[in-house]
């Protein structure tokens, strides 16, 4: 009878869990071995048939009715010496010399009367109100006698003889049956590519990708060579949903280690593991709930070697990704999409293609950036005004009620610095941002479109289990399958939702009371500073607007990463407890708590500064108060410039942070994780998998949640306020730049490898980026219709044809009597608001009407000029499943034949407007060359 050589630890759960055929006592040369082993500390090796595997009377029944053998058959066929084991194991290889595709761990109680309780308690019938340990280990047995009728198991016990590591080769007919009950799609054969070419009549993709890609230029021009990583992207080929039936028809079907890339047998292992069973009871299979119920404590596969270079370890892929993208002064190398997701997995690249594309997209508009930033400063020191104003011996009216009078003057350099980002270049770059945030988006579809087409994930659409977390109170039957399923009533969840609302509420409330300190601290510290000095060129009293604006900034900043780390907390919390069905409900629910609280608490005092504060304060002798302080008020030099240091302290700053939270605690982690490693196992060297185990970190819950969030956040800081600070893009295209090389880095050496899953897009946070995109535009006219100080200097220079009197204007006098100052505010000298008021606001609102309008019309024009789908894209989709199904179905109908002709046509028509682009580029790089 055949059987697949098992290890399995010698303790008492493994042996009478899985206790099999009955040996009689151990021969005296494997006594001796087992001693040799014991005395290096390694593992006790004993072999049992796996249940149903390769065992025609042998069933998984069988090994449950036989829990109580007290022995189990010693293998001699298992790794052998230690050498041998040693060098099958640092090649990620079974016994049997069979890949590892997955690894299962668990821990086993840490008291040896726990372990006995345990082996006794499996060797009697269940029973209620067992403990925890003893339900998992049976939960465990049932696991693997049921996935044993499918895979390979090995176990074996780790060094600290607690951990059991679970060892899994998913066999390659297997994996065709369950790639085939998932629909995954596969290469076609060359021949059938070639075949298919010949009878369309040619090959669009290669005629439209040639002149569009990277890699023709890098060629081409020898100067852009060190962009190269020197990693090819995958060949393209037609692709087909695999049939078991049709093997022959697919690319490299007669070799079994080429045919499924590592991230597809990564991938179709695990639904593997969550189709098994592990209790007769409704909803008890998976590997996700065994997970969850901490019957196992990990699940993942391993990397396939060190991720530097180790004489002991071959690796492929690993090193080969750290080395040429994880590594920080790597930064300039283009990104191997195709080796990401070949290694990680469609949904972990996908982060990466749409991060490469957002970084390139920042590139224009942060020059552009850089061009309106030397504008101002190149011209800030000729403002008629800011002359004016300067050489003013202007007396303003005190800033508090125990004030002092002070000088205008005193303000000269602020108020010529706020020219820097406050003048006419700052509408034309707003303007541009807002079209930017908008094409952005559509360009990003197009690329999605593309991408999603190269790994055929077109027309992707997985049925989504239940989460392993989701709770029913009741069973009953689901209308469209007529299966029994749990049941959750929809009115408790929405008096759940209802509630988590009413926290998040209360979180706002809380942010809100946040800023209104930092307000207050604001007013406070101004106050303090300027009367901390009688002498009116004191830098304490000249600068005490800056100076506060700064201080509170920090003050915002800190308090910002504090209310976000309680609240991240928080939200996970509450959308546990609102017990979702699907993974998708789950994480948009997630976002959409994340992405409110978060905007809320990062821009509220943006918001404040850029539309609230010094909107109408009052005049002398009838001030508006705010808890016992004159309201707040924007300082001669307009609101903006605070904006500005608003912004660049808060953005910068968090995003300074966040690196140095990504880098800095990941690697202090793994050092001290080592550090104990080897002080624990120095005379051990440690497996592979225990390895990756002991000293890696475990993949986060929420995958790439909190990547994408920061970056949506980012995205908001560039797009929405960028009237206020034109360097905002720039900052964010650096701290992109090093992001992409952070992330990769903490993949290949900070995590354990992640389950490969499918995505086509990114989610949720699509919807979240159009959002925001659009309310970039309002937020931008706004700032300049409202903060900047631009057109009301337009508006009076209309007026009077001149900007000469413009500070008088801006500066009434005080109608207190008595009272000889100025104070800035654009009322007559009476204190009522004048005909110039009306006037300015009247401008402001007709600008912000027209500036929206034309956003939109623009952005309307470009969405319907550039559709989301390259019309090649929608071509080669129709004609992959067209040669798709002749390849797996055979000769052509006629309906077939007629459907081809049309497809020809489509052809002719595509490469005739791209034979004028093909021959432009043709004739640029024959250039290029006649000149090289």
Known sequence: MAAYPTLYPAVGELNMAEGLDIEPALEPSQQEEMEIRRENNRHAVAETELPGYGADNHTAADSRNQINDPTIRRSTEVYGNRERKLQMARKLLMSDGSRIDYVLVYQL???????????????????????????????????????????????????????????????????????????????????????????????????????????????????????????????????????????????????????????????????????????????????????????????????????????????????????????????????????????????????????????????????????????????????????????????????????????????????????????????????????????????????????????????????????????????????????????????????????????????????????????????????????????????????????????????????????????????????????????????????????????????????????????DPGYPGNYNTFFGYRQDECPEYGCLLELTIQLSIIMVGKQTINNIQEVGIPLVKAWLKKRKSSKTHKENKLLPWEDEFVNLEPYPRLGMFYEYLEMIIQFGFVTLFVAAFPLGPLFALGNNILEIRVDAGKLCNVYRRPPATRAANIGVWEGVLTFVSIFSVLTNGLVIAITSSYITKKVYDDRFHTRSGYINITHPISPEPGAVCHYASLRDPDGHKGSFFYEVWATRLGFLLIFEHAVFITKFIVQYIIPDVPADIVLKTKREAFLAKQALEGKLSEPDKRKLEELKEETAEQNGGLTTQIANAQSLADDSDDDA
């Open 109 to 615: 109680p840490e008291l040896e009367a726990d372990r006995n309780k345990v082996e006794l308690a499996l060797k009697r019938a269940p029973v209620q109100d067992e403990d925890k340990a003893i339900k998992n280990a049976r939960k465990r047995v049932e696991f693997e006698a049921e996935l044993a009728k499918k895979c390979r198991i090995e176990k074996e016990m780790g060094v600290d003889k607690r951990t059991v590591y679970v060892k899994i080769h998913a066999p390659f007919k297997v994996l065709l049956q369950e790639a085939e009950a998932t629909r995954l799609k596969m290469p076609l054969s060359e021949e059938e590519h070639n075949e298919r070419v010949e009878l369309l009549g040619m090959d669009l993709a290669t005629k439209t990708s040639k002149f569009c890609t990277a890699e023709y230029y890098i060629k081409k021009f020898k100067f852009l060579n060190f962009v190269d990583t020197g990693i090819p992207d995958d060949p393209e080929y037609y692709s087909a949903t695999f049939r078991v039936d049709k093997l022959h028809e697919f690319r490299d079907c007669d070799n079994e280690e080429k045919f499924f890339s590592d991230s597809q047998r990564a991938l179709l292992t695990y639904s593997i593991l969550d189709s098994v069973r592990y209790a007769k009871k409704e909803g008890q299979i998976g590997i996700k709930r065994l997970i969850n119920n901490a019957t196992y404590t990990d699940c993942f596969p391993l990397h396939d070697g060190p991720f530097e270079e180790d004489p002991e370890r071959e690796s492929r892929n690993r090193r080969l990704l750290y080395d040429q993208w994880g590594k920080l002064f790597k930064f300039y190398r283009k990104q191997p999409h195709d080796l990401i997701r070949n290694y990680f997995g469609e949904k972990v690249a996908i982060y990466f293609v749409w991060l490469g594309y957002y970084t390139r997209a920042l590139i224009p508009v942060s020059i552009i950036g850089i061009l309106i930033f030397l504008y101002g400063l190149g011209t800030f020191q000729d403002q008629l005004d800011a002359k004016e104003l300067c050489s003013m011996n202007m007396t303003m009216c005190p800033l508090c009620d125990s004030c002092d009078t002070w000088f205008l003057q005193e303000s000269c350099t602020a108020y010529k610095f706020a020219w820097v980002f406050d003048n006419g270049a700052t509408i034309v770059f707003a303007f541009i941002m807002a079209i930017w945030a908008s094409v952005f988006l559509d360009f990003w579809k197009r690329t999605n479109a593309r991408v999603a087409y190269n790994w055929d994930l077109r027309d992707f659409d997985e049925e989504e289990p239940d989460r392993p977390q989701f709770k029913g109170v009741g069973t009953r039957k689901n209308p469209i399958t007529g299966e029994m399923e749990k049941y959750y009533p929809k009115s408790r969840r929405w008096m759940k939702v209802a509630g988590a609302v009413a926290v998040v509420v209360s979180m706002l409330a809380l942010v809100i009371m946040v800023l209104i300190s930092v307000i207050v601290y604001r007013l406070a510290v101004r106050v303090a500073l300027f009367k901390s000095s009688d002498d009116p060129n004191s830098s304490a009293r000249k600068n005490s607007g800056i100076a506060s604006a700064i201080t509170a900034s920090i003050l915002n900043l800190i308090s910002i990463l504090i209310l976000n780390m309680i609240y991240g907390k928080l939200a996970i919390v509450l959308t546990d407890w609102e017990n979702h069905r699907k993974e998708s409900a789950y994480e948009s629910a997630l976002a959409f708590k994340f992405f409110l609280f978060q905007f809320v608490n990062s821009y509220a005092s943006l918001f404040y500064v850029a539309f609230f504060k010094g909107q």
